[in-house]
């Protein structure tokens, strides 16, 4: 019997995402049934669908406990991609600090809690500001030093509000070089891509679902390579349907920005064949459970 695949999107992403379509022909190419359904559909029968692939459920940052119990739900009658302990983990940037002390080369980062005095972080010459549950740039900002008052009221809207706040350096050298992507599927390196940089001095953060990104293919350097695969080789959870890792550029070597395991863009468009090796991945998951 052909296997059933649900593509977890929501309406406000699914003409925003650019990977769903590739994905989508690709996995019925590998004799799979799609079928794109939207995560807080309440009409939704999760248990008619094999497996649930977490594709653009871009809003959960702003509704991230009912994000949370729908992915219990899910995974309670069908099996959840990436599974329900790496959304809980990877969607709170608290990660990070976890990464950091089994010694991943993360960027420097500084966590101010509900409760903390909004400017309990070091006076750093350029910084971001950045809420700990957040994506595509949204709610994030870039300060300098003199607009340290600015950043502490941005801290304070934040943990006011009972969300935490991630306070990092600005590394400069992205300003030149971008940001590099690394994408992972079960485990193996498949592309990586170029991010221009985003954050500009003086700029709103976006209001929209994600800020627009400047993308093109890219070869990872030695250092990068070794250092996304480091990453993905330390996770506790064995090999992941896809994982995204995020890098910049520093002096002292490149450095995680990002780990990107719930609903990252994964760019098939900058590299052939990406699109089928993923649907590759979830056709081989499904033979090994039969």
């Given at each position: ?120 972080f070091p006076a750093f010459p350029e910084f971001v500001v950045k809420p700990v549950v957040g994506a595509g740039s949204r709610d994030t900002q870039r300060y ?33 070089a971008g940001e590099t992507a690394l994408v992972y599927f079960d485990g193996v390196y498949s592309h990586a891509i170029r991010k221009s940089p985003l954050l ?12 627009p990104e400047e993308i093109t293919a890219r070869s990872p350097s030695t250092e990068e390579r070794a250092l996304a695969d480091r990453i993905i080789a330390s ?56």
């Amino acid at each position: 019997m052909q296997k059933r695949l649900a593509l977890a999107s929501v309406a406000a992403a699914r003409d925003l995402d650019e990977d769903l379509a590739p994905l989508d022909a690709a996995l019925r190419d590998a004799g799979i049934q799609t079928h794109t359904v939207d995560w807080d559909d309440a009409d939704a029968d999760w248990s008619r669908f094999d497996a649930v692939l977490l594709r653009s459920t871009w809003d959960y940052t702003e509704r991230l406990p009912e994000f949370l119990a729908w992915c219990e739900r899910v995974s309670a009658v069908s099996t959840l991609l990436n599974p329900l302990d790496v959304v809980r983990w990877n969607t709170d940037k608290h990660y990070l600090r976890d990464l950091a002390a089994r010694g991943i080369a993360t960027v420097e980062s500084h966590f101010v809690e509900p409760g903390d005095a909004p400017d309990a972080f070091p006076a750093f010459p350029e910084f971001v500001v950045k809420p700990v549950v957040g994506a595509g740039s949204r709610d994030t900002q870039r300060y300098v030093h003199g607009q340290r008052e600015n950043a502490v009221a941005h801290v304070r809207r934040l943990i006011e509000a009972g969300r935490s706040a991630l306070v990092q350096p600005y590394l400069s050298d992205v300003d030149s070089a971008g940001e590099t992507a690394l994408v992972y599927f079960d485990g193996v390196y498949s592309h990586a891509i170029r991010k221009s940089p985003l954050l500009r001095l003086g700029e709103d953060p976006t209001s929209a679902l994600f800020a627009p990104e400047e993308i093109t293919a890219r070869s990872p350097s030695t250092e990068e390579r070794a250092l996304a695969d480091r990453i993905i080789a330390s996770l506790p959870f064995g090999p992941l349907s896809y994982a995204r890792v995020d890098l910049l550029p520093s002096p002292s070597g490149p450095k995680l920005l990002e780990l990107e395991l719930t609903e990252p863009s994964l760019f098939f468009h900058t590299a052939e064949g990406a699109a089928a090796r993923l649907a590759d991945v979830v056709a081989y998951r499904f033979q090994r459970e039969k």
